[in-house]
Nanobody, 115 residues
Framework: QLQASGGGLVQAGGSLRLSCAAS????????MGWHRQAPGKQRELVAS???????SVADSVKGRFTISRDNAKNTAYLQMNSLKPEDTAVYYC???????????WGQGTLVTVSS
């Protein structure tokens, strides 16, 4: 089970920090990630992090978004800086085992960036 929080309304150039509190075993939470879906667009992977700390970040947010996790708390974070209107979307946290198949999804949290 995954619970995302931290979304909201922010002006362009602002920052938000999303949190994803998870429950499950080490295997199911091997990879944690953030996806987003903007209106009329497909869901896309924004960033992911393995239990060992290997990180992958989409080119569209590289240099602005930072993903991290606290394994002791089973929590992942997405620090979003220099937000742009095109970052407006519902952000979902998800987890995957080492097979990299996203198996567990949170409920989504809305991020709205005004220009």
């Amino acid at each position: 089970q995954l619970q995302a929080s931290g979304g909201g309304l922010v002006q362009a150039g602002g920052s938000l920090r999303l949190s994803c509190a998870a429950s499950g075993n080490i295997f199911s939470l091997w990879i944690m990630g953030w996806h987003r879906q903007a209106p009329g667009k497909q869901r896309e992977l924004v960033a992911s992090i393995t239990r060992g700390g290997t990180i992958s970040v989409a080119d569209s947010v590289k240099g602005r978004f930072t993903i991290s996790r606290d394994n002791a708390k089973n929590t992942a974070y997405l620090q979003m800086n220099s937000l742009k209107p095109e970052d407006t979307a519902v952000y979902y946290c998800a987890s995957a085992p080492p097979t990299k198949t996203w198996a567990n999804w949170g409920q989504g949290t809305l991020v709205t960036v005004s220009s």
